[in-house]
């Protein structure tokens, strides 16, 4: 479990005394604690879940990152990104841009869909099936790509 893996990674970098990692680790824990422990939760966190929870973390740094470049704090951008980069060597490798096209055309023919009015229903399905995958404005693209 991600979770499992997380904590022994928090004590491995701590022993190495990379202080990047284990503060990026450390948060990455704080946020599956906050979900094992929500309101209607069952204190299980399932590796979807996690995988989740890493790439919301993933792509919150990124954007953050990128205001700290827009104002002009290279620093702050560069810390930021070294704890995106730790971040992502838990989340499974992008999906190529064929295999998107190729994953999207099966739901859309599992869906039925046919026509743009329809993207909801492949959205739907496209996002849980492809989520920590791929970029949600990656499936959004194709997706209209596909059914115009």
Do not use: C, H, W
């Not at 680790?25 to 929870?53: H, M, Q, V």
């Not at 009015?117 to 739907?124: A, D, L, R, S």
């Amino acid at each position: 479990m991600l979770f499992d893996q997380i904590s022994a990674d928090i004590m491995t970098a701590m022993k190495a005394k990379e202080k990047i990692r284990v503060q990026a680790l450390r948060n990455i824990k704080k946020y599956f604690i906050e979900a094992k422990t929500a309101p209607g939760s069952n204190g299980e966190l399932t590796d979807d879940a996690a995988l989740k929870i890493l790439a919301k973390l993933a792509k919150q740094g990124r954007d953050t990152a990128q205001l700290y470049k827009d104002q002009g704090r290279p620093d702050l951008a560069e810390s930021e990104l070294a704890e995106v980069a730790v971040i992502e060597t838990y989340l499974p490798k992008p999906m190529t841009d064929e295999e998107l096209t190729a994953a999207l055309r099966e739901i859309i023919a599992e869906v039925g869909a046919t026509s743009p009015k329809e993207m909801g229903k492949v959205m739907g399905v496209a996002s849980k099936r492809l989520a920590g995958k791929a970029d949600g404005r990656a499936i959004s693209a194709k997706v209209k790509e596909l059914l115009a």
